[in-house]
């Protein structure tokens, strides 16, 4: 398949594409709903950034350890 048919083909096109099909009724049905869809998929990006994180933080413990203190020392400095 070349990439010029995936993009006219209609069922390879993103939520947003489809949604000016539709009429002003539903908009604010859309509107919370997509809120809600956006705040679970943050959740999710949030909770597998934190996992990566963590790994990472395992996988190179030097690399971590001298994060922590950098991240200490600029505590350490910060003026109130």
């Known amino acids: 398949m070349a ?4 993009r006219d083909d209609p069922a390879s ?5 489809g949604r000016d099909a539709e009429g002003a ?3 604010a049905e859309d509107a919370q709903e997509s809120d809600a869809a956006r705040r ?3 959740a999710q990006f949030l909770r597998e950034l934190h996992e990566a994180k963590q790994l990472r933080d ?3 413990p030097r690399r971590a350890r001298a994060a922590r203190m950098r ?3 600029r505590m350490r400095t ?3």
């Not at 096109?13 to 594409?17: I, N």
């Open 40 to 42: 679970r998929r943050r």
């Open 3 to 6: 990439d010029g048919d995936l």
């Open 58 to 60: 395992r996988v190179q």
């Open 78 to 80: 910060f003026r109130w």
């Open 71 to 73: 991240q200490q020392m």
């Open 25 to 27: 009724t539903g908009d």
């Open 13 to 17: 096109r993103g939520p947003r594409e």
